[in-house]
């Protein structure tokens, strides 16, 4: 079982984990992991939306992202299998970690000299499809050496919030200040200058350490046992740990984050739409948006220091779907700048906030022995709705702008999306009448 929450308060806590080396390279993880993530999203949205790519082929082209859904389907290999010759050098956490950060560069590399030309998208598409898989591949890994490197539930808040602290960082670079950068050199340019930022999870590899919470066989895959116990042993546990709750968790993860997902493709082609200075957006998005999203990830940090992590994703849970009536507030107000800034602190802040309330609570609620596949688990049902519906939001968009404008099209589907986080927040105010067990080893 992981250790009792220290009675220290929870002030000298936090100042003591940022003199932790365990801490600098939990925020150079969570900006390697968070980097690639707009990138094959809704930055890549931006890109085709300039080049005159229609709504509803933007929001398809978003299905990439599934990846980051569906990699617990291959979590349990990387659980137990060491990548040939770098798992050796390095062992299995960081072996998977380099593997995968080296292909993600490879992919925006390619990207870079592709570009989404009319006939070159199969191939655009295929580089951006293994840049998502590697990026996938890369944060089941990332999310696993940072739980078997908490020691106890306060350390775990810490790392938490690290890890969202580097990923915010990382989606703020990927999603506002490429714009400014695209705006001055292209995007071909700007994706091989992405590449070359992938390299500070390299230096994160280089400096941390193997965890040794958990003893391993990653000799092999052969016998029927041990793909058994690989695959089915860590949702068994997970079951057999919450029993009937754990339908009331997965439930209610899988609706956190829906209006955030479903809104997501629509976002950049609404700035685009407006007429928003390109170099405008990114500014915002990497200034007041930067202040924004450390206020709220740190505000969640302290949060659930304070009263636990049920708690938090019950805030989590208002502030979230809330931020979304922001954007209609933008779309009709036309473009002003004012409201665009004001928009951006209210996002950001609630985005920050949200995301570091579901990644505390989600591994609170694994087990040592099964850390990958169970932490995939939880972040794929987080995400899995979401992806797939968001695929839908182009034509949802351009079906509303039927007798309407694009304006009001825009405007009352940032509003649906936020009616759909209501239904979330009931499910998490039955989560916070029971506070989750300790977790004892699978």
């Not at 940022?18 to 993880?29: A, F, K, S, V």
């Not at 998502?132 to 940072?146: E, N, P």
């Not at 590899?205 to 041990?226: I, K, Y």
């Amino acid at each position: 079982m992981r250790p009792e929450r220290s009675s220290q308060p929870g002030w000298r806590r936090v100042l003591s984990g940022l003199r932790q080396p365990r801490t600098l390279i939990m925020l150079l993880l969570g900006f390697a992991s968070g980097l690639p993530f707009m990138l094959v999203g809704n930055t890549l949205g931006y890109w085709l939306r300039e080049v005159g790519i229609e709504l509803t082929t933007i929001g398809f082209l978003s299905w990439v992202g599934l990846c980051y859904s569906l990699k617990f389907l291959w979590a349990p290999l990387i659980d137990r299998v060491q990548v040939p010759l770098l798992g050796r050098w390095l062992g299995l956490r960081r072996g998977w970690m380099l593997l995968s950060q080296l292909l993600v560069m490879v992919a925006f590399l390619a990207m870079a000299a592709i570009g989404p030309a009319p006939h070159q998208v199969g191939w655009f598409g295929a580089f951006a499809l293994l840049a998502a898989f590697a990026s996938a591949t890369q944060d089941i890994v990332v999310d696993a050496w940072r739980i078997e490197s908490s020691a106890d539930d306060e350390a775990m808040a810490l790392l938490s919030s690290a890890a969202q602290l580097g990923y915010r960082a990382a989606l703020l670079i990927a999603d506002a200040w490429i714009l400014v950068l695209a705006a001055g050199v292209g995007w071909k340019l700007s994706y091989q200058a992405m590449a070359l930022l992938m390299t500070v999870g390299v230096l994160a590899v280089a400096l941390a350490r193997e965890p040794q919470a958990v003893s391993r066989d990653n000799t092999s895959l052969l016998s029927l046992r041990a793909v058994a116990d690989a695959i089915a042993g860590p949702f068994l546990a997970f079951f057999r740990t919450h029993g009937a709750h754990a339908l009331l968790m997965l439930a209610a993860i899988s609706l956190y984050r829906l209006p955030d997902f479903v809104m997501g493709p629509m976002a950049n082609p609404l700035y685009a739409d407006l007429g928003l200075d390109k170099e405008m957006v990114g500014a915002v998005r990497g200034s007041l948006g930067l202040v924004a999203s450390l206020a709220g990830i740190a505000g969640a940090g302290l949060f659930a220091l304070r009263f636990g992590f049920v708690a938090t994703l019950l805030l989590g849970a208002v502030l979230g779907p809330g931020s979304n009536l922001a954007f209609s507030w933008l779309a009709w107000s036309g473009g002003d700048a004012t409201v665009f800034s004001m928009t951006m602190a209210i996002d950001n802040f609630s985005a920050g906030f949200a995301g570091a309330a579901l990644v505390a609570y989600m591994s609170s609620l694994t087990s040592l022995g099964y850390t990958a596949t169970q932490y995939a688990l939880l972040s794929s049902f987080y995400a899995l709705l979401g992806k797939v519906l968001k695929g839908f939001s182009g034509a949802i968009v351009e079906w509303l702008e039927s007798g309407r404008t694009l304006v009001d099209a825009y405007a009352i589907f940032f509003a649906g999306t936020a009616l759909i986080g209501i239904p979330t927040l009931g499910l998490c105010l039955l989560l916070a009448r029971r506070q989750p067990p300790r977790v004892a080893a699978g």
